[in-house]
């Protein structure tokens, strides 16, 4: 039988998580990059979006925000002075009654002296213990002596965070607690100081003060000393009145033990090794609490360390994920504090996202410095062919280059309807129907009857080894020389032989190109970029880059790109930033460039694909400078139209795509003018478009 053993969770990253996948935080980090982001921008926006399920900065800074608001909202600060007073009224409401009953002029004194006693509780109570009050009911001395002990034990789980030691012995025990407190601040003051302090020697003593999970010391006084800010930031935020009244319910409460005295001490020493909480600590601002409850001290202190943690991890996830923040700013965020408050696995998500730029230099696909990351070749390979299976699945399957000289690796296209004779070296499918017909047509010439009739001796013409049979091995399509090729019944029940030769095979006639020299004009003005165009323009880019380097390898493909000037742009350059945002379309100058680019391929099938929005809105000037003018100039126009005129007359095939939706009039009207096609591309971008444009162009 198989055994299990179960043991409990242990805090940190889900290990039933799926792995992280490295090429698709790539293929986002590209998303942003295309977009017109810098790398370091794109990085810092999945920091803060969250890649593959995990919480980004935006998310993990919304989540402390709300549990922020959460706390403030949990009640009164000064709880611990309203139950104080009602637990006192209770005690005094159980006095009168048992003064009432007793009819002599002692009880009529007593009675004068609790109406007299002050509003305020710390004096009510100390004014009772100054000259010792002789309660006559036994109930109110209980409350009043219960009420003496839950506010030290405030005092102490406050102070000490509430950890082990705190609901048992160490509330019991507050001369323990004070010697617990004097060593702990002398340990602090001489570590100070500089001198050498015995560690080992307090924790075994007083360990038990503490919860099991703090490892070491350091995160013991970590607890602490944000807990001594916290009580003092809680005394200072009271009204002037209200802070004198809650020192004095304390002092009432734990001074005779020496315990405030021990607890002041261990604040100023935790303070001085934690400066950092010291302006916070001193604070008159009003307190961030207001709720209908009445919180404890200890529960008004929890919650104002909560909310101050909450606030600092707020400010910094903010600043960590700010434009223009360092490189690395992610791991400024106290991890700590991030796994105590929004929990281990928020803290491991953080550490995996601030991870992600390391993870991608060590795949290869991050180059460049730390302040400036810049993709690599590889990188923006795999860009191109991420982006081509999402726009055309399965245009990645390569096709077997042949093995004879002149063969293309190409599509070799639709059957055009004719047929061809097959030479060595012919990419075009066989025609089985053809080849078989002029075998037959040339075994009747070269024998004068058809193959399978009967010839003096009864032999079969072609069903011996010397019957017509062509040597010279192999055959192009898997055809052997002399193989047989079934035929009717004969007499005898043979089988007709059908002799191939080489002349006799036929291949079926396409619309086959060896090559396509393909131009892609991409629009980089400013109105792409501000319609959200851009990214998925250059992706088509991107894709058609990949299609045609693992389908095509004999075409080439060159993208142009177009604002106020067009330039010609190698794959890299598609995922750069924009050197800047300008406004002008200069498709004249676009096509000027894919024409040369053409002419350097006289040979391969012309194939011209421009993707933009809107109408051209510059050209070149004979001295060569760009004229740009809104709205379009007649000038502007008639210099496209020459341009577009010269892309007709290389016979090349043009097509507008254009990504908003609805084609440019005027632009769209030349191309249909000139035997061009204008595409509306789908809301998902021109990507699709483009491909198609490719693929047709091919033929």
């Given at each position: 039988?198989?055994?299990?053993?179960?043991?409990?969770?242990?805090?940190?990253?889900?290990?039933?998580?799926?792995?992280?996948?490295?090429?698709?935080?790539?293929?986002?980090?590209?998303?942003?990059?295309?977009?017109?982001a810098?790398?370091?921008?794109?990085?810092?926006?999945?920091l803060?979006?969250?890649?593959?399920?995990?919480?980004?900065?935006?998310?993990l800074?919304?989540?402390?925000?709300?549990?922020?608001?959460?706390?403030?909202?949990?009640?009164?600060?000064?709880?611990?002075?309203?139950?104080?007073r009602?637990?006192?009224?209770?005690?005094?409401?159980?006095?009168?009654?048992?003064?009432?009953?007793?009819?002599?002029?002692?009880?009529?004194?007593?009675?004068?002296?609790?109406?007299?006693?002050?509003?305020?509780?710390?004096?009510?109570?100390?004014?009772?213990?100054?000259?010792?009050?002789?309660?006559?009911?036994?109930?109110?001395?209980?409350?009043?002596?219960?009420?003496?002990?839950?506010?030290?034990?405030?005092?102490?789980?406050?102070?000490?965070?509430?950890?082990?030691?705190?609901?048992?012995?160490?509330?019991?025990?507050?001369?323990?607690?004070?010697?617990?407190?004097?060593?702990?601040?002398?340990?602090?003051e001489?570590?100070?100081?500089?001198?050498?302090?015995?560690?080992?020697?307090?924790?075994?003593?007083?360990?038990?003060?503490?919860?099991?999970?703090?490892?070491?010391?350091?995160?013991?006084?970590?607890?602490?000393?944000?807990?001594a800010?916290?009580?003092?930031?809680?005394?200072?935020?009271?009204?002037?009145?209200?802070?004198?009244?809650?020192?004095?319910?304390?002092?009432?409460?734990?001074a005779?033990?020496?315990?405030?005295?021990?607890?002041?001490?261990?604040?100023?020493?935790?303070?001085?090794?934690?400066?950092?909480?010291?302006?916070?600590?001193?604070?008159?601002?009003?307190?961030?609490?207001?709720?209908?409850?009445?919180?404890?001290?200890?529960?008004?202190?929890?919650?104002?360390?909560?909310?101050?943690?909450?606030?600092?991890?707020?400010?910094?996830?903010?600043?960590?994920?700010a434009?223009?923040?360092?490189?690395?700013?992610?791991?400024?965020?106290?991890?700590?504090?991030?796994?105590?408050?929004?929990?281990?696995?928020?803290?491991?998500?953080?550490?995996?996202?601030?991870?992600?730029?390391?993870?991608?230099?060590?795949?290869?696909?991050?180059?460049?410095?730390?302040?400036?990351?810049?993709?690599?070749?590889?990188?923006?390979?795999?860009?191109?062919?991420?982006?081509?299976?999402?726009l055309?699945?399965?245009?990645?399957?390569?096709?077997?280059?042949?093995?004879?000289?002149?063969?293309?690796?190409?599509?070799?296209?639709?059957?055009a309807?004719?047929?061809?004779?097959?030479?060595?070296?012919?990419?075009?499918?066989?025609?089985?129907?053809?080849?078989?017909?002029?075998?037959?047509?040339?075994?009747?010439?070269?024998?004068?009857?058809?193959?399978?009739?009967?010839?003096?001796?009864?032999?079969?013409?072609?069903?011996?080894?010397?019957?017509?049979?062509?040597?010279?091995g192999?055959?192009?399509?898997?055809?052997?020389?002399?193989?047989?090729?079934?035929?009717?019944?004969?007499?005898?029940?043979?089988?007709?032989?059908?002799?191939?030769?080489?002349?006799?095979?036929?291949?079926?006639e396409?619309?086959?190109?060896?090559?396509?020299?393909?131009?892609?004009?991409?629009?980089l003005?400013?109105?792409?970029?501000?319609?959200?165009?851009?990214?998925?323009?250059?992706e088509?880019?991107?894709?058609?880059?990949?299609?045609?380097?693992?389908?095509?390898?004999?075409?080439?493909?060159?993208?142009?790109?177009?604002?106020?000037?067009?330039?010609?742009?190698?794959?890299?350059?598609?995922?750069?930033?924009?050197?800047?945002?300008?406004?002008?379309?200069?498709?004249?100058?676009?096509?000027?460039?894919?024409?040369?680019?053409?002419?350097?391929?006289?040979?391969?099938?012309?194939?011209?694909?421009?993707?933009?929005?809107?109408?051209?809105?510059?050209?070149?000037?004979?001295?060569?400078?760009?004229?740009?003018?809104?709205?379009?100039?007649?000038?502007?126009?008639?210099?496209?139209?020459?341009?577009?005129?010269?892309?007709?007359?290389?016979?090349?095939?043009?097509?507008?795509?254009?990504?908003?939706?609805?084609?440019?009039?005027?632009l769209?009207?030349?191309?249909?003018?000139?035997?061009?096609?204008?595409?509306?591309?789908?809301?998902?971008?021109?990507?699709?478009?483009?491909?198609?444009?490719?693929?047709?162009?091919?033929?």
């Open positions: 039988m198989e055994r299990f053993r179960y043991s409990g969770g242990r805090p940190g990253a889900d290990p039933l998580a799926p792995p992280f996948d490295a090429n698709a935080a790539l293929r986002e980090l590209g998303r942003e990059m295309l977009g017109g810098s790398a370091a921008d794109a990085l810092r926006t999945l803060r979006r969250g890649v593959q399920g995990l919480s980004g900065l935006d998310g800074a919304e989540r402390a925000r709300g549990l922020r608001a959460e706390a403030a909202a949990r009640g009164r600060p000064d709880g611990v002075l309203r139950r104080a009602a637990a006192l009224d209770r005690a005094l409401a159980a006095e009168r009654e048992a003064l009432a009953a007793d009819p002599s002029d002692e009880a009529r004194l007593h009675e004068i002296r609790l109406a007299s006693l002050p509003g305020d509780t710390a004096a009510a109570l100390r004014e009772l213990a100054a000259e010792p009050y002789r309660w006559r009911s036994a109930e109110a001395e209980r409350i009043v002596r219960e009420l003496l002990d839950g506010v030290r034990g405030e005092l102490v789980a406050a102070r000490l965070g509430g950890g082990p030691g705190t609901p048992g012995g160490a509330v019991g025990d507050p001369v323990r607690i004070a010697r617990m407190a004097h060593a702990l601040a002398a340990l602090l001489a570590g100070a100081r500089g001198e050498e302090t015995d560690v080992a020697a307090f924790l075994a003593e007083f360990g038990d003060f503490f919860p099991a999970d703090l490892p070491d010391l350091d995160a013991i006084v970590d607890l602490l000393a944000r807990r800010a916290a009580a003092r930031r809680l005394a200072s935020g009271l009204p002037a009145g209200r802070r004198a009244e809650l020192a004095g319910l304390l002092d009432r409460a734990a005779r033990d020496g315990l405030v005295p021990a607890l002041d001490r261990l604040a100023d020493a935790l303070l001085a090794h934690r400066p950092d909480l010291l302006e916070w600590a001193g604070s008159e601002d009003p307190l961030p609490l207001d709720g209908p409850a009445d919180l404890g001290l200890a529960e008004a202190v929890a919650a104002l360390d909560e909310i101050a943690d909450l606030a600092a991890l707020e400010e910094a996830l903010e600043r960590a994920g434009p223009g923040a360092r490189p690395g700013a992610a791991a400024d965020v106290d991890r700590a504090a991030l796994a105590r408050r929004l929990g281990a696995q928020a803290a491991a998500d953080l550490d995996r996202l601030a991870g992600l730029e390391r993870t991608l230099r060590d795949r290869g696909h991050l180059a460049g410095t730390a302040t400036r990351p810049r993709p690599t070749p590889a990188a923006v390979r795999l860009l191109g062919e991420a982006a081509l299976r999402d055309a699945p399965g245009s990645r399957r390569r096709t077997r280059r042949g093995g004879h000289p002149g063969a293309s690796s190409g599509d070799p296209g639709d059957p309807g004719g047929v061809l004779p097959w030479e060595p070296g012919c990419a075009a499918p066989l025609d089985a129907v053809a080849t078989v017909r002029a075998a037959l047509l040339r075994s009747t010439a070269e024998r004068g009857h058809l193959p399978g009739a009967p010839t003096p001796g009864g032999a079969v013409p072609g069903g011996s080894a010397s019957g017509g049979a062509v040597s010279g192999a055959m192009p399509g898997g055809m052997a020389s002399g193989s047989a090729v079934p035929g009717g019944p004969v007499p005898g029940g043979a089988l007709p032989r059908i002799p191939l030769a080489p002349q006799d095979l036929r291949a079926a396409t619309d086959f190109r060896a090559s396509a020299a393909v131009c892609l004009l991409v629009d003005s400013y109105s792409m970029v501000r319609g959200g165009l851009l990214g998925p323009a250059r088509a880019a991107l894709a058609l880059c990949a299609l045609a380097e693992s389908r095509y390898p004999e075409d080439s493909v060159t993208v142009i790109g177009f604002d106020e000037y067009a330039r010609v742009l190698r794959p890299g350059e598609l995922v750069e930033p924009l050197r800047r945002r300008v406004q002008g379309s200069n498709v004249q100058h676009a096509l000027r460039l894919a024409g040369a680019q053409l002419d350097r391929r006289p040979g391969a099938a012309p194939i011209v694909v421009a993707v933009t929005d809107g109408e051209p809105t510059a050209h070149l000037r004979r001295d060569g400078t760009a004229a740009f003018a809104w709205p379009p100039t007649a000038e502007t126009a008639a210099a496209t139209a020459a341009e577009l005129d010269r892309i007709r007359d290389r016979g090349a095939a043009l097509t507008l795509v254009a990504p908003g939706g609805a084609a440019p009039g005027a769209a009207a030349e191309v249909r003018a000139r035997g061009g096609r204008v595409v509306p591309a789908d809301p998902t971008g021109p990507g699709r478009a483009v491909l198609h444009a490719y693929a047709s162009g091919r033929r």
